[in-house]
C-alpha cells in the first residue's frame, strides 16, 4: 500500500514546518521515525498511512509542554480535522493512543501495535546520533551541569534506565532489523568508556562551531 498522495502533502505542508525550530526534533529525527514506520507497517502488515502519520505528529507538541509533549502531539493529532477526511474516528482514536504511549521512559507496553511500532521506531540505536540529539537536550534542561563529565553521566545514566529485565535496551516489537540495531548499539553503548569518547568528540565539535550556543539560545525543542 502507498502513502495517500494528499495526506502527504498536506503533512509536509502543514505539520513539518513545525519541526523547523527544533534541534534534536528536528526532520532528521523525524524522517527517520518515518521510515522506522513504514518498515515496521509492513512487516507487521500495518495501515501504511496511520504508521505514517503517527511518525509525522509524534513530537510536533514539544514546545508547547516539553514533560507531556506526548499528549500534546495527540492533542494535535487528535484535533486535526483534515485528518477526518482521511481516517475514521476508531483509526484516528488508535493514532492518538499511540503518539502518547511513545516515550522511551514508559515502563508500561503501549496499548496498541502501533503505539509499540512508534515507541522503538523512536530509538536511536547510533550511538553517534545518540551523542548528538542527548547532549542538546541535557544541555536545554540541566542548565546548572557545568561541565561535559556532568552531562554525560547524566545522560549515560538516563538511557541505562531503558535495560529491561532480560538485560537488554527495551523494545516492544521483534522486528529483526530493530532487534539487530539495538543489539550493535547495546555492545557500543554498554562499552562506559567508548561512549564517553563518543560524546566528548560531539561535545567538542558543538562547543567550537557556535552549535552549542545555539542549542542553548535559539532551538525550542527540549
Ligand atoms: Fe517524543
Ligand atoms: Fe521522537
Redesign the pocket.
Known sequence: MKINKELKEYIEKNIFPKYDKYYSHGMIHINNVINNMIMLSKYYDLDVNMAYTIAAY??SGLNIDREN??KESGKILNNDQELKKYFTAEQIKIMKEAVED??GSRKERPRNIYGECLSDS?RDFDIKLLAKRQLATSLKNYPDLATFDEHFERCHEYICKRINSKGKFNLWTDNPTLIEQRDAFQKDYLDKEYARSVYKREWNRISKDGTKEKIINYYEDY
Open positions: 509524534h513530537d509533549h506526548e511513545h516515550r523512536d
